[in-house]
């Protein structure tokens, strides 16, 4: 497998401010990584696809100025979500993609997010 | 547009009994993951099925796949309160890298 880390864990903000999350390739580097919401007791959701060097690409329905993708590194993608509200709560998982093995994706840890 | 379904969706039963979860899927993809979840947690890999007819088993869990069908199969044999989760199926959308999850089934073993 593919060790990702996800920082922070969980997140407590206040709305209207801004919230960045880091996603982390600790045993490869990653072109491509992946953001996912899951909202309680649903499936998860993807948003976009982060990949290094270029912009993103977001899925249809995911505002992007909303939610700021950064992968300015092989091992690090950043989400930001701008202007946070309570309907943002929600749990935010990353994963990387590995070449081979049919391109299988390894998901981090999730950061857990509660906009008050 | 792939979409991907699974049933059923919560499923509660007693320990030492059999039983499947099915995942569908509508569009043509021979790439398909099982996850699954505990409350609270990210996702742990369980299964990768690369190809039509791939059987994969790990403990009380066996994978399944029929490309031809659109179909995925999770049998749990002999379940015990341990299995007690959320799993998904995720699909790889052909001619990307992006998955497509499944609804998810919310399996609660009674001991």
């Known amino acids: 497998g593919a060790v990702v880390s996800q920082h922070p864990s969980w997140v407590i903000c206040k709305s209207g401010t801004s919230v960045k999350i880091e996603c982390r390739s600790l045993?490869?580097?990653?072109?491509?990584m992946f953001w996912y919401r899951q909202f309680p007791k649903q499936s998860l959701m993807l948003m976009a696809t982060?990949?290094?060097?270029?912009?993103?690409?977001?899925e249809q329905g995911v505002e992007k100025d909303k939610f700021l993708i950064n992968h300015a590194s092989l091992t690090l993608s950043t989400l930001t979500v701008t202007s946070a509200h309570p309907e943002d709560s929600s749990f935010y998982i990353c994963?990387?993609?590995?070449?081979?093995?049919?391109?299988?994706?390894?998901f981090g840890p999730g950061t857990r997010l509660t906009v008050l | 547009e792939l979409k991907v379904e699974q049933n059923p969706l919560f499923l509660s039963m007693q320990e030492g009994k059999n039983y499947t979860i099915y995942c569908n899927y509508s569009?043509?993809?021979?790439?398909l993951y099982w996850y699954r979840q505990d409350p609270g947690k990210s996702l742990e890999s369980l299964f990768v099925l690369l190809s039509n007819g791939a059987v994969k088993q790990e403990g009380r869990l066996m994978a399944s796949l029929d490309t031809k069908a659109r179909l995925s199969t999770l049998h749990i044999t002999a379940a015990v309160h341990d299995l007690s989760a959320t799993y998904f199926c995720a699909v790889n959308d052909s001619g990307t890298y992006k998955y497509i999850f499944g609804t998810g089934t919310r399996l609660k073993v009674l001991a």
């Open positions: 045993d490869f580097q990653a072109t491509t």
């Open positions: 569009t043509t993809s021979d790439r």
């Open positions: 982060s990949n290094e060097g270029s912009k993103a690409t977001y």
């Open positions: 994963s990387t993609k590995r070449s081979g093995r049919g391109n299988e994706q390894f």
